[in-house]
C-alpha cells in the first residue's frame, strides 16, 4: 500500500523538511502490522515527492494473535496488505505525527503556509461506490481525481472491482492534508477486525475539530467510525498500542514516552497523589471519582483509605484499565469491596449519567492530553453536567520545564521566557501558572464554583512548582 505526497512548492525539496524525514534516505519503520518505508521517488527544487509505503504482513498479524472474521483462508488470503486502511492511519500517526501536528523547527513559517500538495492513496476501497468518494473528499475542498480498477486486468468480463486510485490537489498546509487522511482513510475500510485502540478513536475524532462538524458527511463518517468500536479485537488493541512512537522516527525520540516516565516524573508522581489524596480528604469526601485515572496510581491508594466509601475510575482507553483492574487487583477484592470500586470506560468528552452523585472528583494530569477545542466539551460535562461538589484537577507547569536538562528549546531572553520542549508527546498543550489560573478563574465564575490554588512539588522562586493543582468547591447547587 502506497502513499504519495508532491509538492510543487519552491524549493520543493523543503518537503523533507516538514516531513522531519530527509529527502536523501530511505527509512524503514518497524510497526506492529509491519514495516512503514519513507522515500522520496523524486526531490527537485520544482517538485518533491515523498512516499510511504506500507508493508503489511497478514501472516504476522495471525501468528501475533489478530482474529479474522472470515474464516481461516481468510487469514491469509486478505485485501489487508494492498489497501489503504486503518493501518495507514495508524502509520501516518507514527511516522508522520509531528508533521500532522503541525510542528516544524527547521521550517516554523512553512508548517503554517498553505502550499500545493497532491496525496495519492494508490488503493482505497470503496463499496459505496466513486460518489462516496467525491462526498467524503469532496466538501473539504480537494480537486479529484478517481480510478477505479477491474477486477482483474485480464478478464475484463469480470467487471470492477471496489477499489480505486484516488488523488487528492490542493493547497493546504501538510498538517492538514495530513489529517484529513488520517481521518478519512479508515472511512472507507468495511473491515472491523483489526482497528485502532479506543484512544485512538477519541484521537480520530479529536482530529476532526474545526473541520468536521461543517462536513455534510459527518453523520456519515461518524457512524462509520463508531460502528467498529464494538469489534475491537483484545489482541488488535494490545498489538497496536504496544508499539509507540518508533524509536528515532520522530525528532521527540529523546522526551518520556508513554508508560515510561523518566525518574523526576516518578517521584514527581508521587508528591502529585499525596497532594490530591489530602485535598480530598480535607474536603469531607465519601465518594470520588477518578476522571482519566490511567494506570490506578490515585485509586490504589484512595482504596486504602475507609473515608472513601464509593470509587470508582474512569478512562477512555481500555489498556490502561486493563492495567488498572491487575494493579489494584480488582478480581482479587472481597466481596464487601467489590461494591466499592469501579472501573469504567468512557470519554470525559460525553455527558455520562454513570458519574451522577459524587461527592468529588479527581482529574489528575489528564487535562493537557485534550484537545484545546474540545475543552469546552470536557468543562461542561464535568462542571456543569457530573457538578461534583469538589473538584481536585492538577496539570503541568510549563514555566518549570525550562529547570530540566534537555527540555530548552531556546533560552529566555530579553523578558521573553524561555521556549521548551512538552513534557509528554501526547500533551496536546501545557499551561503557565497565568494560563491555568485564568482558566480555573473562569471556570469557576462560570459554573459557580470558588477555586483556590495550591502548587506540588519543589517550587522555584521565579518559574513556580513543577505540577500546579487548583481545587475547585461548589457555591451554588444548581446547574450553571
Ligand atoms: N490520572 C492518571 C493518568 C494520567 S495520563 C495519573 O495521574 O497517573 C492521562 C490519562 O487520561 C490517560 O490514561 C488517558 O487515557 C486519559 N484520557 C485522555 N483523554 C481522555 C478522555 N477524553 N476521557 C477520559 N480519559 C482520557
Not at 467487471?159 to 482513510?185: D, F, K
Not at 518508533?246 to 508513554?258: C, L, M, Q, R, T
Not at 516516565?261 to 489524596?277: K, T
Not at 477518578?290 to 470509587?311: S, V, W
Request: net charge negative.
Amino acid at each position: 500500500m502506497l502513499l504519495t505526497i508532491t509538492t510543487t512548492h519552491r524549493p520543493a525539496t523543503d518537503l523533507g523538511y516538514l516531513f522531519h524525514k530527509n529527502p536523501a534516505k530511505c527509512q524503514t519503520f518497524e510497526l506492529s502490522f509491519g514495516a512503514a518505508h519513507v522515500f522520496y521517488p523524486e526531490a527537485g527544487d520544482d517538485r518533491c515527492t515523498a512516499a510511504l509505503l506500507l508493508d503489511v504482513d497478514p501472516v504476522g498479524m495471525v501468528r501475533g494473535g489478530v482474529r479474522f472474521r472470515e474464516g481461516l483462508l481468510d487469514q491469509y488470503v486478505n485485501d489487508r496488505p494492498f489497501v489503504a486502511s486503518s493501518f495507514m492511519s495508524v502509520a501516518i500517526a507514527q511516522v508522520f505525527g509531528t508533521a500532522m501536528g503541525g510542528r516544524c523547527k527547521e521550517r516554523p513559517e512553512l508548517v503554517k503556509t498553505p502550499i500545493p500538495l497532491t496525496a495519492r492513496i494508490s488503493v482505497l476501497p470503496c463499496r459505496a461506490g466513486p460518489e462516496f468518494i467525491d462526498r467524503i473528499f469532496g466538501p473539504l475542498g480537494y480537486a479529484m481525481q478517481t480510478t477505479r480498477h477491474p477486477l482483474d486486468e485480464k478478464f475484463p468480463q469480470w467487471g470492477e472491482s471496489p477499489y480505486y486510485t484516488v488523488e487528492l490537489a490542493g493547497t493546504r498546509t501538510l498538517g492538514e492534508l495530513l489529517t484529513h487522511l488520517y481521518v478519512l482513510i479508515p472511512v472507507f475500510d468495511h473491515h472491523k477486525h483489526y482497528y485502532v485502540g479506543d484512544d485512538e478513536m477519541e484521537k480520530l475524532l479529536a482530529k476532526g475539530a474545526g473541520w468536521l462538524a461543517s462536513h455534510p458527511q459527518r453523520e456519515a463518517i461518524t457512524y462509520r467510525f463508531l460502528k467498529h468500536a464494538p469489534s475491537l479485537a483484545r489482541q488488535a488493541i494490545a498489538q497496536l498500542e504496544q508499539e509507540d512512537v518508533p524509536a528515532g522516527a520522530e525528532p521527540d525520540a529523546d522526551a518520556p514516552k508513554v508508560g515510561e516516565p523518566d525518574d523526576r516524573e516518578v517521584s514527581l508522581n508521587e508528591q502529585r497523589i499525596g497532594a490530591v489524596l489530602a485535598a480530598l480528604r480535607a474536603g469531607g469526601a465519601k465518594s470520588v471519582l477518578d476522571l482519566g485515572c490511567g494506570e490506578g496510581n490515585l485509586l490504589r491508594e484512595l482504596i486504602k483509605d475507609k473515608q472513601f466509601e464509593r470509587i470508582v475510575g474512569l478512562d477512555v482507553s481500555i489498556r490502561s484499565l486493563e492495567h488498572a483492574a491487575e494493579r489494584i487487583k480488582l478480581d482479587r477484592l472481597p466481596m464487601h469491596q467489590k461494591d466499592r470500586v469501579k472501573l469504567l470506560h468512557g470519554s470525559l468528552m460525553y455527558r455520562d449519567k454513570r458519574l451522577d452523585g459524587f461527592d468529588a472528583a479527581a482529574v489528575v494530569e489528564v487535562i493537557e492530553h485534550l484537545d484545546p477545542p474540545r475543552l469546552v466539551a470536557f468543562e461542561r460535562v464535568l462542571f456543569e453536567c457530573t457538578r461534583p461538589g469538589t473538584v481536585v484537577l492538577t496539570t503541568v507547569n510549563r514555566e518549570y520545564n525550562s529547570l530540566w536538562e534537555g527540555m530548552i528549546l531556546e533560552p529566555a531572553s530579553a523578558g521573553r521566557p524561555a521556549i521548551t520542549k512538552l513534557r509528554h508527546p501526547d500533551h496536546r498543550f501545557e499551561w503557565t501558572r497565568d494560563e491555568f489560573q485564568t482558566w480555573a478563574k473562569t471556570i469557576a465564575e462560570r459554573f459557580g464554583y470558588a477555586v483556590r490554588f495550591l502548587p506540588v512539588g519543589p517550587e522555584d522562586p521565579n518559574l513556580g512548582p513543577p505540577t500546579q493543582m487548583a481545587i475547585f468547591t461548589k457555591t451554588t447547587g444548581g446547574k450553571a
